[in-house]
């Protein structure tokens, strides 16, 4: 992804400092870890970004039932008795 546009964020120091542990501890920089957020806040994923996430989702191996098993699983046995 190309990067076009600059901003400048102001942060209270403590929360500037949690961002850079955190992008340290992700080998990251915290200018990654806000564009990061914006996409998942935003949506503003790319083309090549959502099909990765749908093959990667079609990947996973899960339990499927019928709705009503799924529903009897995992709703507690209090909340089905009338």
Do not use: N
């Not at 990667?56 to 507690?76: F, G, N, Y």
Request: hydrophobic content about 50%; aromatic content about 4%.
């Amino acid at each position: 992804m190309e990067l076009t546009k600059k901003t400048t964020i102001l942060f209270p120091a403590d929360q500037y400092e949690q961002l850079a542990a955190l992008a340290l501890k992700q080998k990251s920089s915290v200018g990654e870890l806000v564009l990061d957020a914006c996409r998942l806040q935003y949506g503003r994923a790319g083309r090549a970004e959502r099909l990765a996430a749908v093959t990667a989702l079609s990947a996973l191996d899960l339990p499927v039932s019928t709705p009503a098993v799924m529903k009897r699983e995992s709703v507690p046995l209090a909340l089905l008795i009338p």
